[in-house]
């Protein structure tokens, strides 16, 4: 395992097992034919690294052999310049989409990372909870672009979308909520952690109350964990205690090369590969698509 000197002091204790345990599942059923699992990443707290986690875990599902669509919904659109995606190059963007002007397969291009594509985003759509407010179908803008994205040509086949949310409770957000199957919410293992979760829950809650039944909470995932710090420990501890099974095992330590990774235009995977991000974000797709198994074998 290779780092640097300040993201991976020799004194500090390794978080899991030095290589990750990736293993190549087998293709499932889906369990509503050709559609993908739509999984929203989202809390409306900013710098908890829901973009990061887009971005390398799209990666990673893709490394392990899934088919992967982005949707970039932060205006900032950091997940589309994270993967190299060059404004000049967003011709047609989430916001073309979810204004009603562009289906959602005319926004879709490919990355450098093979099996991820994204569907990028301008600063256009900070402005759009204002032009589609009033209209009857406002909080389904997303679902209803989703519904035959695998449908037509070029053929896509997406297994995933990984929608990446801004970081507030608006309607753009909601739009995520109403089209996800489940919510995927990283949290940063810092003082402010547990406020604003109970908040990101009881909207999930109004959320498959009045739009979509079937919502659930897929995960949390606890990011930006220093084992030298007493407080990360006890924020990953009083997660566990309160959330319980939703918590996934797998930690996203803090690290150098994450947070260099984005200025090449990089997933931190394609940017060093060895390091212990990269491992992290390996088994946490691992683990999700162990999840996902779990849920099938239910239905």
Do not use: W
Not at 7 to 27: G, I, M, R
Not at 91 to 118: C, E
Request: charged fraction near 20%.
């Amino acid at each position: 395992m290779t780092d640097t000197p300040d993201s991976n002091p020799p004194n500090e204790t390794p978080l899991a097992p030095a290589a990750p345990q990736v293993v190549p599942f087998a293709k499932q059923a889906r369990v509503d034919g050709g559609r993908p699992r739509v999984l929203a990443i989202a809390n409306q707290k900013g710098g908890v690294g829901k973009t990061t986690t887009a971005i390398n875990l799209g990666t990673a599902l893709a490394a392990i052999g899934e088919h992967v669509l982005i949707v970039d919904l932060d205006p900032q659109g950091n997940a589309s310049t994270g993967l190299g995606i060059e404004r000049k190059a967003r011709r047609t963007s989430t916001y073309d989409v979810m204004a009603g002007q562009a289906p959602m397969r005319d926004a879709v291009i490919p990355t450098a990372v093979p099996k991820l594509h994204i569907a990028p985003s301008t600063m256009d759509l900070s402005g759009l909870e204002l032009e589609i407010g009033q209209e009857k179908d406002r909080a389904y803008r997303l679902r209803t672009a989703l519904n035959n994205i695998n449908n037509g040509t070029p053929a896509f086949d997406f297994t995933y979308v990984l929608v990446d949310c801004p970081p507030s409770l608006n309607l753009i957000t909601v739009n995520a909520m109403a089209a996800a199957d489940s919510i995927l919410v990283p949290l940063q293992c810092e003082f402010f952690a547990l406020e604003g979760l109970s908040q990101l829950l009881k909207t999930v809650e109004e959320v498959k109350k009045t739009l979509n039944p079937t919502l659930s909470i897929h995960g949390i995932v606890l990011t930006m964990y220093d084992s030298r710090n007493n407080l990360s420990n006890q924020v990953v501890a009083d997660v566990r205690q309160f959330m319980g099974r939703k918590v996934y095992d797998t930690v996203i330590p803090r690290n150098v090369r994450i947070s260099e990774a984005p200025s090449y235009g990089k997933p931190v995977l394609v940017y060093d590969l060895k390091c212990v991000g990269s491992e992290a974000y390996l088994r946490l797709a691992t683990e999700i698509i162990q999840r996902e198994k779990e849920l099938l074998a239910a239905v």
